[in-house]
């Protein structure tokens, strides 16, 4: 596709559900990266893939967030039993691997709200 | 472990005048430092990024960065601000591994006044 994809836009749901959250990253793109951003604050790093290495899952906030990614294409961010302080914009992007100077593109992010 | 810090969480200018936005960061390795616009309801687009060749790094719409490697600095710099500046700026670092984790800093809304 011409850019990073997200899905739903918008997602509401209940406290103590589950939700997936989906990223298409633009064709050829190795690197794939989810962030959490809160109202009013910054872009909290959750998860790095590259390519077929192991993925960097040090900003995951706890045991019920987990992500996946089928090889170089589509990504699942799941939260497990949400909670309301969960309530934020998912943003995903991606970029080529090869040098660390590459830009990274931006989806449009999936806004969660958890009542 | 990389990462950046934006001073001011909010910075208001009058249309005209300079913009400073200022990022610092800290990094074991050479980093590679970006500046991210986010402009009201619309996504995060690149500004510019610093990558070795220039300590001076000009960007879209007017803006510019200096690399200054002695005070772990890279600033955001426009002559004179316009209205449609009005947005979250975002410094972002990448440490000098193949790839690796982009880390962002808090983020600094600009204000424009008329």
């Known amino acids: 596709g011409a850019g990073v994809s997200q899905s739903p836009s918008n997602k509401v749901t209940e406290k103590g559900k589950d939700v997936e959250l989906r990223c298409d990253p633009i064709s050829g793109h190795t690197a794939l990266y989810w962030y959490r951003q809160r109202l009013g604050q910054g872009l909290e790093f959750l998860i790095y893939f590259q390519g077929n290495s192991a993925p960097d899952k040090s900003g995951l906030p706890s045991d019920r967030f987990s992500a996946e990614r089928t090889g170089e294409s589509v990504s699942t961010l799941t939260i497990q039993r949400t909670q309301q302080e969960d309530s934020a914009v998912y943003l995903c992007?991606?970029?080529?691997?090869?040098?660390?100077?590459?830009?990274?593109?931006f989806g449009q992010g999936t806004r969660l709200t958890v009542v | 472990a990389q990462s950046v810090t934006q001073l001011g969480s909010h910075v208001s200018v009058s249309e005209g005048a300079l913009v400073l936005l200022r990022c610092n960061y800290s990094?074991?390795?050479?980093?590679?430092l970006f500046w991210y616009v986010q402009y009201p309801n619309q996504g995060l687009q690149l500004l510019l990024k610093y990558t070795s060749a220039a300590t001076l790094v000009k960007g879209i719409n007017g803006f510019e960065a200096e690399f200054k490697k002695s005070e772990t600095s890279f600033h955001l710099t426009k002559p004179s601000a316009h209205m449609s500046d009005a947005a979250e700026y975002f410094c972002?670092?990448?440490?000098?591994?193949?790839?690796?984790?982009?880390?962002f800093g808090q983020g600094t809304e600009l204000s424009v006044k008329p």
């Open positions: 992007a991606s970029s080529l691997a090869g040098h660390p100077n590459t830009e990274a593109f």
């Open positions: 972002a670092v990448r440490g000098g591994n193949q790839g690796g984790k982009l880390i």
């Open positions: 990094s074991s390795v050479p980093p590679y």
